[in-house]
């Protein structure tokens, strides 16, 4: 593989304070810095591909936070998702992963209720199931899969309550569509509250990112060709996304993929300038949504969770908890490890379950050290992550902040 | 190689898990923040000093080289393992043992990152005043290691100034102690400041007693703006020779500036020849005062603008330019090297001087960043080491600094170390016998030679 990058690379170590999973392990092969200089050997051919390379280059949660630190500027995220590529080439996905991402790319072009009866049937998820714990996460700590997927259950333009103020396209993610039709709601009413019309594209389909994150460029491709022929148009203001992980596909991924595979970047630029994080874009154009609060005596403490890549990919370092701040109903208390990945990291909870449970087990315990009875999340994952990880007994729940802002609307 | 019952017996000391000798794993243990590398045999993680005796003394019996690893952020080559062995890595033991405000000390194990121990004080309102520019990394070992300076160090003193006490594991395996927690103590030999900066040559320290100090109650930071090198020097000399201390006295000149504007565009006078970072601290009426002879100082030495923080935003504002100027030369080329030569303060105008002499002369992109006030220069180099007849270029005028350095009384590091770096030049600032003087010293403790061989010893 071509991996000038790595030349960038002048192994000063400030990585190893970002890294979460070299502060969990303190060992310099799991640092970012460890990994450029097993790509630049590898790059350079005195350094073999093996099982074994395949592992150490996976043992990182893509967070991007030692890209968004490095002080040469070396794009670790971009070298190790190549590299990553190169070893599905030379290895293939481990099977069960490959179930995985085959379930969550298509499943937007099967029928729902078509999909449960393949999953009924499907010995392979069956044998994933039968593990108990999928990964880090309890099978009973789950999600429960909406009834029906989110855009089945509303239509795809919505009228704005109130004074007309602008048109927005919504992307509604698979975390979204799939499982957590609450935050579609949400959403939606909060947008239209503050006079958006919101138009739901039907036939979008996965960003694409799970896909690419593990180095399987050319299948995202038709995706992204796809999402852009929906959502690339000039007559609205914004494309409103619930996901961070969606949202850095929308905003930096499809131009630099396109790019890549030499194909014409200019329609997913112009997609690029328009994609907000709903968080982002509220606390933009608060004042539209300040009348519409309510005021409350005994306000509910809540804490967040800071996405990666809603933080490091999208660069939305303050807006979330900003806005949380000006809601009169929530009293927001950071958490120490606020900005500090949960230890998700795609599907890394699922190729590395107790590193990832330690890291996930911290934020946890410092989420709860708030007193927080809501913890917020911009991020199917990161909710997934950790929800799954909480006791049955613990009082604090894992919540997308739009649900924050949602609650505090006036009835 | 390591034979294979000498790795079935590290197994056994410190469990499989703590063992790697896995092509893929010890690739990553060749480097430190210098250019070379080196792989090591095998790795091994101890977690106390039992474990660490056991490893030393099957090494000395089996003559393996043993390198100590902290975060591996020296720029001198220390951790590299330049003989291979064993890199013995300390970054799992990493407690802080004990914190005491009314005694002043703390005790902690090496791979204690200075960050993590600065957080922990500062809960206390304490804090430890070596604070090297890598201290979110760097270990405290590794400090002691390479005794670390920083920019504070011009008023409270490097490492050495701070450990009052530590464990060290001999190469025979044998566990002494040195010194204690009290400040003063003299009962023996001074053991504890011969480690101190020894680069894992001498033993390996498993546990530092360190002084502590309250928080000042107050800072003030000043820039002050030249349109001229050589005045700005002569300010450093001026202010550190009328008596005052600053906590820090940093000074950059024009390369630097523009480095830094092109990278960060903070809005820096790109047309200044030079400037001067200056922060004072202590009690509030002391510092007030103190800062004002300091202005009229910069003043008298013609400079031509003096902005002042009087806030926590503003200070942070003016450090700014100071703390990306490794990242904006790291951004230029491959590779970025930062030299440590060190002169009595008086010399630094001549030393600036002749360091941009020798940059031109050898057409070598030096940008002249220093601890101006207490003499330790920091050049950055920013080069290609694939570039061959570039670097060297890069290492004549390297070899030109060190001996302007000791022309001037100087010496070849301040604080970064010699490890493989400067080796070579050793015997510019030490003769023959001082050489032999160490290397007798290194026989007696370590007869075998396995503790970080290939080194300046
Ligand atoms: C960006 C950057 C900025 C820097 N800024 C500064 C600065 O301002 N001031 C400064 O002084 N240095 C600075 N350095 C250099 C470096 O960070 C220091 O030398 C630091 O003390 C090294 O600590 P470490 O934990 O990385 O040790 P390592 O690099 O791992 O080891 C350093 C040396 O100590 C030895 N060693 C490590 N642990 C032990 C132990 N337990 N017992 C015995 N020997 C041991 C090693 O064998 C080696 O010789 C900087 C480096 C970088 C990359």
């Known amino acids: 593989m071509e991996a000038e990058e790595v030349h960038r690379c002048v192994k000063c170590g400030l990585c190893l304070v970002t890294c979460p999973v070299y502060q969990e392990l303190r060992e310099e092969s799991a640092s970012p810095r460890a990994k450029v200089q097993l790509i630049k050997h590898y790059a350079a051919r005195d350094l073999p591909t093996s099982p074994h390379l395949s592992e150490l280059v996976s043992r990182c949660l893509m967070c991007g936070s030692c890209t968004a630190n490095c002080p040469s500027g070396v794009r670790h995220d971009s070298l190790f998702r190549r590299m ?4 599905i080439d030379d290895y293939g996905e481990n099977w069960k992963k490959k179930v995985l991402y085959h379930f969550l790319t298509h499943a937007a072009q099967l029928h729902w209720a078509s999909k449960f009866a393949a999953f009924g049937r499907n010995v392979v998820l069956e044998k994933i199931a039968q593990e108990v714990k999928i990964g880090n996460i309890p099978l009973k700590r789950l999600p429960k899969f909406n009834q029906k997927p989110f855009r089945d259950q509303i239509a795809d333009v919505i009228e704005p309550l109130g004074k007309p103020r602008g048109r927005v396209l919504y992307f509604t993610g698979c975390g979204t569509n799939y499982i957590y039709a609450d935050v579609g709601r949400a959403t939606v009413q909060v ?64 131009p630099a993929v396109l790019a890549d595979l030499q194909t014409d970047t200019r329609e997913a630029l112009e997609l690029s300038r328009k994609v907000k994080d709903i968080g982002e874009f ?18 509910t403490i809540v804490t967040y969770h800071s996405p990666c890549h809603l933080r490091n990919a999208q660069g939305v370092k303050t807006h979330v908890e900003q806005l949380l701040e000006a809601l009169p109903p929530v009293d927001y208390i ?77 009835v | 190689m390591l034979k294979p019952d000498v790795k079935s017996q590290l197994k056994t000391i410190v469990g499989r898990e703590r063992f790697l000798d896995a092509p893929e794993d010890i690739l990553s243990y060749a480097y430190d923040a210098y250019v070379a590398e080196c792989v090591p045999e095998a790795v091994i993680f101890p977690v106390n000093s039992e474990e660490v005796a056991h490893i030393l003394a099957l090494a000395s019996k089996e003559r393996i080289p043993v390198t100590a690893r902290g975060a591996g952020t020296s720029l001198s080559g220390g951790a590299v393992p330049a003989r291979q062995g064993l890199a013995l890595c300390f970054t799992q033991m990493n407690k802080i043992l004990q914190i005491s405000t009314r005694d002043r000390y703390a005790i902690v194990q090496p791979g204690v990152v200075n960050g993590d121990l600065q957080k922990a004080l500062g809960r206390e309102r304490f804090f430890y005043p070596p604070d090297p520019a890598s201290f979110t990394v760097s270990t405290i070992g590794g400090n002691v290691g390479e005794n670390a300076g920083g920019p504070r160090c011009l008023k409270y003193g490097v490492t050495a100034d701070y450990v009052m006490g530590l464990e060290v594991v001999l190469a025979s395996g044998k566990i002494i102690r040195s010194g204690s927690r009290n400040v003063k103590d003299v009962s023996g030999y001074n053991l504890t400041s011969l480690f101190c900066g020894s680069e894992g040559t001498l033993g390996l320290v498993t546990e530092i007693t360190l002084k502590i100090m309250p928080l000042p109650e107050a800072h003030r930071t000043i820039l002050a ?13 001026d202010i550190i020779g009328s008596g ?26 790109r047309e200044a020849e030079g400037m001067l970072l200056i922060e004072v601290d202590g009690i509030t009426e002391a510092v007030e005062k103190e800062m004002n002879r300091i202005v009229a100082k910069t003043r008298n030495n013609g400079a031509i603008e003096v902005k002042q923080a009087r806030t926590q935003a503003e200070t942070d504002d003016l450090w700014k330019a100071r703390r990306s100027t490794y990242s904006a030369f790291a951004r230029l080329a491959p590779t970025c090297i930062v030299e440590d030569a060190t002169v009595p303060v ?28 207490d003499g330790n220069m920091h050049p950055v180099i920013s080069t290609d080491i694939r570039n061959k007849e570039e670097w060297a270029r890069v290492q004549t005028a390297t070899r030109e600094i060190f001996e302007l350095a000791v022309s001037l009384d100087g010496t070849l590091s301040g604080e970064h170390g010699i490890g493989l770096a400067k080796a070579e030049f050793l015997p510019l600032v030490t ?27």
Do not use: W
Request: hydrophobic share 40%; net charge neutral; proline share 5%.
């Open chain 2, 244 to 269: 005052i201390l600053p906590v820090a006295l940093e000074l950059m000149d024009k390369t630097v500036i523009n480095v830094v504007e092109d990278a960060t565009q903070l809005g820096l006078p």
């Open chain 1, 191 to 254: 947008l239209q509250r503050m006079g958006y019309r919101v138009g739901i594209p039907k036939d979008q389909v996965c960003c694409g990112l799970p896909l690419f994150i593990q180095g399987s460029v050319s299948k995202t491709k038709e995706n992204i060709l796809k999402n852009i022929a929906l959502f690339t148009r000039p007559d609205i203001d914004a494309v409103i996304v619930d996901c961070a992980t969606c949202g850095s596909a929308l905003r930096h991924e499809y």
């Open chain 2, 431 to 457: 003769n023959a016998d001082t050489r032999e003087f160490m290397a007798a010293l290194k026989k007696t403790v370590d007869p075998h030679g396995i503790l970080n061989p290939g080194k300046f010893v």
């Open chain 2, 225 to 237: 703006i030249y349109d001229d090198l050589e005045k700005t020097a002569n300010t450093v000399a």
């Open chain 2, 346 to 373: 008086s010399n630094v105008p001549r030393m600036v001087g002749g360091i941009r002499a020798i940059a031109d002369k050898h057409k070598v992109r030096i940008g002249i960043l220093a601890h101006a006030g």
């Open chain 1, 84 to 87: 990553r590529s190169d070893l």
């Open chain 1, 334 to 410: 950071r958490s120490v490890d606020f900005d500090s990945c949960c230890g998700g990291g795609g599907t890394f909870f699922y190729d590395h379950p107790n590193l990832s449970q330690r890291i996930v087990a911290k934020k946890i315990e410092n989420a709860k050290a708030t007193g927080a009875r809501l913890l917020a999340t911009g991020c199917p994952g990161c909710r997934v992550n950790l929800a799954g990880n909480l006791e049955e007994t613990d009082a604090i729940e894992v919540v997308h902040p739009i649900q924050v802002v949602e609650l505090g609307l006036k």
């Open chain 1, 282 to 299: 509220i606390f933009d154009n608060v004042e539209h949504l300040q009348p519409f609060l309510k005021a409350t005596a005994s306000p």
